[in-house]
């Protein structure tokens, strides 16, 4: 997201949609109609054939035609594995993953274009304590559907002094649980309604009078797109749910959660969103292609690679700002580890307290995990703050910066003063 700010927006906008009309006209998501795009059934049906064809077929004539002796099953893999259309299905996959990292973009963009200045009011108003700071993080999260777009916000206010270290702690821990809350949407399967998601949101952009409504059809429209490329890249992995050594490496992620998080941080670091990453996991496991314990190690290391654009955000901006990023990575990374080591009894409780959904089992683990790290570390925010206060201590150039900070508030307070005077 931070390298996407930094573009030129109108540039980016104009390509961006260029793509999206482009791949939407190439690759139709499965969702709208009977048949799979990809032609999944075929598939399925040749290798069927492949692997039946030596038992069902009889030779014709003794004389003319030895009998067929039955594939091994060496050979059996490697019928099946040609039937499959590794390059088709990887260009349906990187079809919705384009189209569901646009609709995610385009989402935040709207989102921040309603509401950014309201959840800058929200942060500097609402963060007196600690719990009122989690609170605060949660609701903000929520409605931005970012974590790392509430933290940036939340160091920027830092480094200007619009907020405390000490205050933005608790909103670091309220938007882990705010980015839970859009796994939790996406594992609801309301793929049904999201044609007329994005159809009510060009309408409401194209003949929307003012910059906010056009604002609200770009949110509309992202969030029906985010579900549209999730069931794209859903249908082009549909080959892979009989597909072996595919099934053999996500039982291995399970088996060995260490590297599950390592593919989920890498992946996470790549797209810039944990929510992306989650979401895909949510969507994969509800069709049965990801089970709970290699869900939940993806979506630990998840947790661990979304600290990469807070930390890059922290790069000039103070040693409080730094603080800030370094708590943030401090305790997603412990809570991470913890999680590894308790992975099988936090999927044992998720499904004793979930349905047969394994898409929703994942949400839920997400939820309980980040639910759990919070009430276990907000009790020791004082003393992590001390301790982070002698790590990172404040400089001469922190001095600096708050003194022109202070500065330039009271210059803006003499203006607001002096205003009714020049009337």
Known sequence: MLILKKLNRKLFSYLSLVLLVTTL?????????????????????????????????????????????????????????????????????????????????????????????????????????????????????????????????????????????VQSLGVVLGSNIGTAVGAQIISLNIELYVPILMFSGLLVFFLGKTARIKSLGIVLLGFGLMFYGLEAIDSA?????????????MESLGRNPVLGALLGAIFTVIIQSSSATVAIVVTLAGSGLIALPAGIAIMLGAEVGTCADTLVATIGRGSAALRTGLFHLFFNLSSAVLGIFLAPQLAQLTQSISGDDVGRQVANAQMLFNGIGVVAIIGFLPIIARALEKLVPETTADRERQQRQLEKQQAKAKDLQAEPLTR
Do not use: C
């Open 25 to 165: 006209f190439i690759f139709p998501p499965a969702f709208l109609t009977q048949v799979s795009f990809l032609g999944s059934p075929t598939i399925t049906s040749s290798v069927n054939a492949q692997t039946n064809q030596p038992e069902s077929k009889e030779p014709e004539s003794s004389d003319s035609q030895q009998p067929k002796l039955p594939l091994s099953p060496e050979e059996q893999g490697e019928g099946e594995e040609e039937a499959i259309d590794f390059f088709k299905m990887a260009m349906g996959a990187i079809a919705g993953l384009v189209l569901f990292i646009y609709g995610v973009t385009r989402l935040a963009e709207g989102l921040e274009d309603v509401g950014e200045e309201r959840m800058k009011r929200l942060l500097s108003k609402f963060t007196t304590n600690r719990f009122a700071g989690v609170a605060t993080g949660i609701v903000a999260t929520t409605f931005l559907e970012s974590s790392s777009v509430t933290i940036i916000l939340v160091i920027a206010m830092v480094s200007a002094s619009i907020l405390t270290f």
């Open 237 to 249: 992995m549909e080959p892979f749910r009989d597909y072996e050594p595919f099934l053999n490496l």
